[in-house]
């Protein structure tokens, strides 16, 4: 079944750079556009990137756009987000999330199936 | 981009239907039929109960359905079971090539 696995989060200054990755497993991960979400602790979802599932195409929330990098490696079923000069308010559970269909078009799917997340904490 | 809006809270007792709404703009909810809505329970990831405004994936009871008018989506659950309990979240994709989420709706079972 699918598996999406998280990894990399911690706790880390303001200004500091952190990258975050998610195992995939269960599934053809070259088929499939993969998401991330984050969660502040008490707070609701925010949408953090998209990347297609040749890594070809990639959109940023306005929040870390220039700063954020999403970005795949299909011969380790690996997704990665590389966050840098991380702020204070990116303090939050990140998951990362699978579309249900292969080879679909972006930004029209939404993700389907989740992992357990990792948290990120942001403080000096 | 701010969030789309959801009520903070709705309740209900066992038995009745709810309705939880999502308001949004024309560069959202009322432009694209690309309207999800999620189930979270505390400590767990989020769970998708319907896409593309009222498609159910494999598995979601049909007491869960969904609907849009104009720059408002609805999620409405009938039949209200305990286990329903739980927070709602919508989400749509905008004409800004991103995915936005409401604030989230707490769903009390009474």
């Known amino acids: 079944q699918v598996q999406l696995v998280e990894s990399g989060g911690g706790a880390v200054q303001p200004g500091r750079s952190l990258r975050l990755s998610c195992a995939a497993s269960?599934?053809?991960?070259?088929?499939?556009?993969m998401h991330w979400v984050r969660q502040a602790p008490g707070k609701g979802l925010e949408w953090v990137a998209v990347i297609s599932n040749d890594g070809t195409y990639k959109y940023y929330a306005v929040s870390v756009k220039g700063r954020f990098t999403i970005s795949r490696d299909s011969s380790k079923n690996t997704l990665f987000l590389q966050m840098n000069s991380l702020r204070t308010e990116d303090t939050a559970v990140y998951y990362c999330?699978?579309?249900?269909?292969?080879?679909?078009?972006?930004?029209?799917?939404?993700?389907?199936?989740w992992g357990q997340g990792t948290l990120v904490s942001v403080s000096s | 981009q701010s969030a789309l809006t959801q009520p903070p809270s709705v309740s209900g007792s066992p038995g009745q239907s709810v309705t939880i709404s999502c308001t949004g703009t024309s560069s959202d909810v009322g432009t694209y039929n690309r309207v999800s809505w999620y189930q979270q329970s505390p400590g767990t990831a989020p769970k998708l109960i319907i896409s593309?405004?009222?498609n159910r994936p494999s598995g979601v009871p049909d007491r869960f359905s969904g609907s849009t008018s104009g720059n408002t989506a609805s999620l409405t659950i009938s039949g209200l079971q305990a286990e329903d309990e739980a927070e709602y979240y919508c989400s749509s994709y905008t004409t800004s090539s991103t995915l936005l989420f409401g604030g989230g709706t707490k769903l009390t079972v009474l």
């Open positions: 999330a699978r579309e249900e269909y292969g080879f679909g078009d972006l930004l029209y799917q939404p993700p389907h199936y």
């Open positions: 269960g599934f053809s991960f070259s088929t499939y556009n």
């Open positions: 593309e405004i009222s």
